[in-house]
């Protein structure tokens, strides 16, 4: 018999859920607010919270149904109990909660950038470690070298801004819409990379640590001293713009491959993984694969469907952490501010009673 996990993701502003039977992906429901904070130029943490609290009990049900399978045949449940947004959280939780104190079924809370690191082996299988991990996303930018598969030490974070946020934050500027990572993606394919010369970050006490926020600032100011030059209605044709964009994205990559060279040389790493909604951008996934090659090591991605947040990663993580031995009481709590360390969550419970 296979063991049948639900899980259940709402750290930000996707409402997931999903169910997994041995590893296998029976159902992975993701209902995206990003026309609810497009408007906005990013996530209104309020707004995320009540979307949540609207859609949870519907996609649950949904990721049930397309499973063809029903409460009640479900073993384990599993929930992200953090990093994110506190209010946002809080739904995922008092869903998972409610569910497993009705049906009696054990719960187990998920780190949600520990999902994200192990999100590649739901397409490759686990890595060879020693394993360098990158998590790139709206809400983080982080290196982790990982001696073996369950354990993670943290080489390098964003001292600011994470590498989404930029891209958010500079297509907001640019007037391109939300989120700012696939339509910068796309233009600047079109454009050339060295047209706008970005300085590189280098952090003064020599740490791997990342920042974006200068970059973003750079943007800026090129922007107003070039106002004329990149104004357009046919912004997927304007020349100039898709030039800006190029060499922006091209800074991006060039900070987080000099990070990613500066660890290969100083540590004996068996294979790269890179996770998080960034790690779909096409350029990186193209100048990662090239870094990889060159060092000799295998690079692993999500597949597309698993880059951003979704509850099949949670659910995922959520099984092995129950075999590791983790279950989390019904008091489990959010913790918006969730650092990964070895072991994830609370030990198992004792059961009162
Ligand atoms: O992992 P994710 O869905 O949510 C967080 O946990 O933050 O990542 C969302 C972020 C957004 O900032 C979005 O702009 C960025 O991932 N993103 C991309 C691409 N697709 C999504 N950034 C660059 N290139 C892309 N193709
Ligand atoms: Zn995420």
């Given at each position: 018999m296979s063991k049948l996990v639900l899980g259940i993701e709402t750290s930000c502003d996707e409402t997931s859920a999903a169910v997994l039977a041995d590893d296998v992906i029976l159902s992975n429901v993701i209902h995206s607010q990003v026309d609810v904070h497009a408007e906005w130029g990013g996530v209104v943490p309020e707004l995320a919270s009540r979307h949540h609290a609207e859609q949870i009990d519907l996609i649950i049900k949904l990721a049930l149904k397309k499973a063809s399978v029903s409460l009640k045949d479900i073993d384990l449940i599993a929930v992200t109990r953090g990093p994110g947004l506190v209010g946002a959280l809080l739904v995922g939780l008092g869903a998972a909660k409610g569910l497993s104190l009705a049906a009696g079924i054990p719960l187990v809370g998920v780190d949600h950038i520990q999902?994200?690191?192990?999100?590649?082996?739901?397409?490759?299988?686990?890595?060879?470690?020693?394993?360098?991990?990158?998590?790139?996303?709206?809400?983080?930018t982080s290196l982790f070298l990982q001696p073996a598969r369950f354990q993670y030490k943290l080489l390098a974070r964003t001292r600011d801004d994470a590498a989404g946020e930029a891209y958010d934050k500079v297509a907001k500027l640019l007037d391109l819409g939300y989120p700012g990572g696939p339509v910068i993606d796309r233009l600047a394919a079109k454009g050339n990379p060295a047209a706008v010369r970005f300085s590189r970050v280098r952090m003064s006490d020599g740490s791997l640590d990342f920042s974006f926020s200068g970059l973003k600032t750079a943007v800026l100011a090129y922007t107003k001293?070039?106002?004329?030059?990149?104004?357009?209605?046919?912004?997927?044709?304007?020349?100039?713009?898709?030039?800006?964009?190029?060499?922006?994205?091209?800074?991006?990559?060039?900070?987080?491959?000099?990070?990613?060279?500066?660890?290969?040389?100083?540590?004996?790493?068996?294979?790269?993984?890179?996770?998080?909604?960034?790690?779909?951008?096409?350029?990186?996934?193209?100048?990662?694969?090239?870094?990889?090659?060159?060092?000799?090591?295998?690079?692993?991605?999500?597949?597309?469907?698993?880059?951003?947040?979704?509850a099949a990663m949670i659910a995922y993580l959520g099984a092995h952490s129950h075999e590791m031995g983790h279950e989390a009481p019904l008091v489990l709590n959010a913790d918006p501010g969730l650092k990964l360390a070895e072991p994830s969550g609370a030990k198992r419970h004792p059961r009162s009673g």
């Open positions: 999902a994200h690191i192990h999100s590649t082996e739901l397409t490759h299988g686990a890595a060879e470690y020693p394993a360098l991990a990158l998590v790139v996303s709206g809400g983080h001293k070039n106002a004329d030059l990149l104004k357009t209605d046919d912004s997927a044709n304007h020349k100039p713009l898709l030039d800006l964009l190029a060499s922006f994205q091209n800074a991006i990559i060039a900070e987080i491959e000099s990070r990613v060279r500066r660890v290969a040389k100083a540590e004996e790493i068996r294979s790269i993984g890179i996770s998080g909604g960034v790690s779909m951008n096409s350029g990186l996934r193209g100048r990662m694969a090239t870094l990889a090659d060159e060092i000799g090591i295998p690079i692993y991605l999500p597949k597309p469907a698993l880059t951003g947040d979704n």
